[in-house]
């Protein structure tokens, strides 16, 4: 989905805004995008409970459930870990958030900058 590639762009902008080294914001962007990936329910169905809470942070719980939504009409339970799905409104109400949120934060990062005064 294209809201995906642009959260993900925000992201990006955010930790490179933040860190503003090239070396530490693609290390620090592997491992966030790797563990909302792990925690998001994609590729391990039972989530330990102590990083259960990531799910709902990861922009990859979200997009899985909106695809599983457009898929199936009523979602098979074999699918789903959760038994309550509704028409999608949180999902895309999660996905706007993120992607307004990634970027006001990098806003944000870029505005405590100090220029150097030539």
């Known amino acids: 989905m294209v809201s995906t590639k642009v959260i993900l762009q925000g992201l990006g902008l955010a930790i ?43 922009f990859n719980y979200h997009t899985y459930r909106l695809l ?17 799905i509704d028409n999608g409104a949180t999902e895309v109400a999660a996905l706007v958030a993120m992607i307004i949120g990634y970027r006001v934060l990098a806003y944000l990062s870029l505005r405590r900058v100090k220029v150097p005064s030539s």
């Open 16 to 58: 490179g805004a933040t860190l503003l080294d090239i070396k530490k914001a693609t290390t620090l962007a592997s491992v966030t995008v790797m563990t909302f990936m792990l925690a998001g329910g994609f590729f391990v169905k039972r989530v330990p409970p102590f990083i259960s809470w990531l799910r709902y942070l990861s």
């Open 68 to 84: 599983l939504k457009v898929q199936y009409d009523p979602v098979p339970d074999i699918l789903t870990t959760t038994k309550h």
